[in-house]
């Protein structure tokens, strides 16, 4: 019979803190690289916008990758 797994609280704030920090980060930098490149090569908004959102995607990627190494690092669930 497989056992039932607890939470490990402290793991998860600590995870879900550092998603916050690098998400901000990550995030950050995709819409303000996207808003640069339109405006230095005077592509519009139009342009800006979907940079913006190809940028956005690509954080969004990263942080699943940050996610996935920070539960192997730090385990949320445990053996009860």
Known sequence: ???PKRTNWRNLITIVSIMILVATEVFGVALAGGW??????????TVGYI???LFSLMAA???????QLCTKVEPITQRA
């Open 1 to 3: 019979m497989a056992e």
């Open 36 to 45: 640069a490149i339109a405006g230095l090569f005077e592509l519009g908004s």
């Open 51 to 53: 940079l913006m959102g």
């Open 61 to 67: 990627y990263v942080m699943t990758i940050v996610w």
